[in-house]
């Protein structure tokens, strides 16, 4: 059974940082590409970052140079650090998996698997 949980959202001021982890089961974790999505009330979910098998990396323009997607396919785990955080970056945070996928991508309905969300609420 396929299995995203998400962690380390929470509350923090603007210029701040977090870390959201995401624990993968179910699956041969490093052959699937993942990606970080967030979405609030009323907008469609967005791509946010994404990371390949070799570890290539792809970044929405409203994140680059702040946000950094990693993986440890060892501890099969999926982490986004943000930094400088702003308020548009309030939002349900999820990880995705594309398994036995190799390309980059940050298209929602190119991803299999979700996780339930964690909740990043930066305040100014």
């Known amino acids: 059974q396929v299995q995203l949980v998400e962690s380390g959202g929470g509350s923090v001021q603007a210029g701040g940082s977090l870390r959201l982890s995401c624990a993968v089961s179910?699956?041969?974790?490093?052959?699937?590409?993942m990606g970080w999505f967030r979405q609030v009330p009323g907008k469609e979910r967005e791509g946010v970052a994404g990371?390949?098998?070799?570890?290539?990396?792809t970044y929405a323009d409203s994140v680059k140079g702040r946000f950094t997607i990693s993986r440890d396919n060892a501890k099969n785990t999926l982490f986004l650090q943000m930094n400088s955080l702003k308020p548009e970056d309030t939002a349900m945070y999820y990880c995705a998996a594309r398994p036995l996928s190799l390309s980059l991508s940050l298209r929602t309905n190119e991803y299999k698997s979700w996780g339930q969300g964690t909740q990043v609420t930066v305040s100014s």
């Open positions: 990371i390949a098998v070799n570890g290539d990396t």
């Open positions: 179910g699956f041969t974790y490093r052959l699937a590409s």
